[in-house]
């Protein structure tokens, strides 16, 4: 038994962004101080079509037939200062405040996502001279990775009539904590660091349907993604003009 389907898909995404940013830099007793607002404003629309041929007419899919609206505000400030502990050690320090608002409606459905969380990032640098050749800097940073409107669109592509990829409307931000600490010997250095991403995002995860007998990539949140590295930079002098 052998049957033919006819099937058209289309994908619309109108995206708008509004960024605002305000930044000051002053100087107290010898110490540098920055200090700023940031707010993106954002929308998308995602118009998206999947249909059969039926009676020389297109029909809907409603599974995957659907209108998206999207809107996002990120309000941030932050403040980091730059000084000298002494001659030998040099710090920067920083802190940063986001607030993030997020609400996702579809022509069918109200509130398929509203979210609304806030975090705070510090950020630390110390830098200390051991002697004229040799020295150490130790760095901690907290940040954040947001899903791109490419992750959250509920768009459709087929790769066959039961294989499709798909964007997760649901992806919750990742957020990492880094530390590094770096040894420099003249032209020499070597650094060993490690990172830990809770709600790291992977793309293209793959999920089952049996009932359905149909598969499903699409970026997901993992649990965690820890990172562990060393490096080691030595350069090698081939003529007096060329390193490598």
Same mark, same amino acid.
């Given at each position: /038994?052998?049957?033919?389907?006819? #099937?058209?898909?289309?994908?619309?995404?109108?995206?708008?962004?509004?960024? &605002?940013?305000?930044?000051?830099?002053?100087?107290?007793?010898?110490?540098?101080?920055? =200090?700023?607002? @940031?707010?993106?404003?954002?929308?998308?629309?995602?118009?998206? /079509?999947?249909?059969? +041929? @039926?009676?020389? $007419?297109?029909?809907?899919?409603?599974?995957?037939?659907?209108?998206?609206?999207? #809107?996002?505000?990120?309000?941030?400030?932050?403040?980091?200062?730059?000084?000298?502990?002494? %001659?030998?050690?040099?710090?920067?320090?920083? +802190?940063?405040?986001?607030?993030? $608002?997020?609400?996702?409606?579809?022509? *069918?459905?109200?509130?398929?996502?509203?979210?609304?969380?806030?975090?705070?990032? %510090?950020?630390?640098?110390?830098?200390?001279?051991?002697?004229?050749?040799?020295?150490?800097?130790? *760095?901690?940073?907290?940040?954040?990775?947001?899903? #791109?409107?490419?992750?959250?669109?509920?768009?459709?592509?087929?790769?066959? %009539?039961?294989?499709?990829?798909?964007?997760?409307?649901?992806?919750?931000?990742?957020? #990492?904590?880094? &530390?590094?600490?770096?040894?420099?010997?003249?032209?020499?250095? =070597?650094? !060993?660091?490690?990172?830990?991403?809770?709600?790291?995002?992977?793309?293209?995860?793959?999920? &089952?349907?049996?009932?359905?007998?149909?598969?499903?990539?699409?970026?997901?949140?993992?649990?965690?993604?820890?990172? =562990?590295? !060393?490096?080691?930079? +030595?350069? &090698?002098?081939?003529?007096?003009?060329?390193?490598?």
């Amino acid at each position: /038994f052998a049957r033919e389907t006819v #099937t058209r898909s289309s994908k619309e995404t109108n995206i708008t962004l509004l960024p &605002v940013q305000l930044d000051y830099t002053f100087t107290i007793k010898n110490i540098t101080w920055e =200090a700023g607002l @940031k707010s993106v404003y954002s929308t998308f629309t995602n118009d998206v /079509f999947v249909g059969a +041929l @039926k009676d020389n $007419a297109w029909q809907p899919d409603d599974e995957f037939t659907a209108i998206y609206y999207l #809107t996002e505000n990120v309000q941030a400030a932050y403040v980091s200062t730059t000084f000298s502990l002494n %001659p030998k050690n040099q710090l920067k320090a920083g +802190l940063r405040y986001e607030h993030t $608002a997020t609400n996702l409606d579809s022509d *069918s459905k109200q509130n398929v996502v509203d979210r609304k969380y806030g975090n705070l990032f %510090p950020t630390i640098f110390w830098s200390h001279s051991l002697n004229d050749n040799n020295k150490i800097n130790f *760095s901690y940073s907290k940040r954040i990775t947001r899903p #791109t409107f490419n992750n959250l669109a509920p768009f459709m592509i087929f790769a066959d %009539p039961n294989t499709f990829i798909s964007g997760n409307p649901n992806l919750r931000p990742g957020i #990492t904590d880094g &530390v590094k600490l770096d040894f420099m010997h003249k032209g020499y250095s =070597a650094s !060993v660091g490690y990172s830990y991403e809770k709600n790291s995002i992977g793309d293209f995860q793959v999920q &089952v349907n049996p009932a359905e007998n149909k598969v499903y990539q699409t970026a997901q949140n993992l649990d965690y993604l820890a990172i =562990a590295s !060393v490096t080691v930079n +030595l350069p &090698v002098p081939v003529t007096a003009y060329w390193f490598s």
